[in-house]
């Protein structure tokens, strides 16, 4: 328990570095640099203290037998989903943003914007319809 509130305490305290770090930036410019290096440096650091203080502890061997083919379907699944989804994600940023550049211009052509931005959106769908299809 008294790990839990110390990796919450750690959080919080890395949560309120940043903030500081933006006041003290609007103050003074240049120190951006520094503020970064503060922020990654706490991060790596909570990072290694909730290793520690979470995963430290007794290391149980597997049953023996064959490996099952169960932890590779999982790995397919996700990354057929984690893929989709960026693809998708950098399709949807080039057509809503020509999107909104058409709407700009010419607001007749809101129907024909929805329908590219949608077919990019459907990307991830068909990643996730994958990923289903190779887990059941």
Do not use: H, Q
């Not at 959106?121 to 996730?128: F, H, V």
């Amino acid at each position: 328990m008294a790990a839990k509130i110390t990796l919450v305490a750690i959080l919080v305290f890395n949560m309120g570095i940043p903030f500081l770090g933006s006041y003290l930036e609007r103050r003074k410019r240049g120190c951006a640099k520094a503020s970064l290096a503060v922020n990654l440096l706490l991060f790596f650091g909570t990072v290694a203290v909730a290793d520690l203080m979470l995963f430290g502890g007794r290391v149980y061997a597997a049953e023996s037998g064959a490996p099952s083919a169960d932890g590779w379907r999982y790995l397919a699944a996700a990354l057929s989903t984690g893929i989709a989804c960026v693809g998708a994600g950098i399709a949807v940023a080039s057509a809503a943003s020509a999107a909104i550049g058409a709407l700009s211009e010419d607001s007749s052509v809101m129907g024909k914007a929805l329908i590219f931005v949608a077919l990019a959106e459907s990307i991830a769908l068909y990643g996730l319809l994958i990923s289903f299809s190779i887990l059941g």
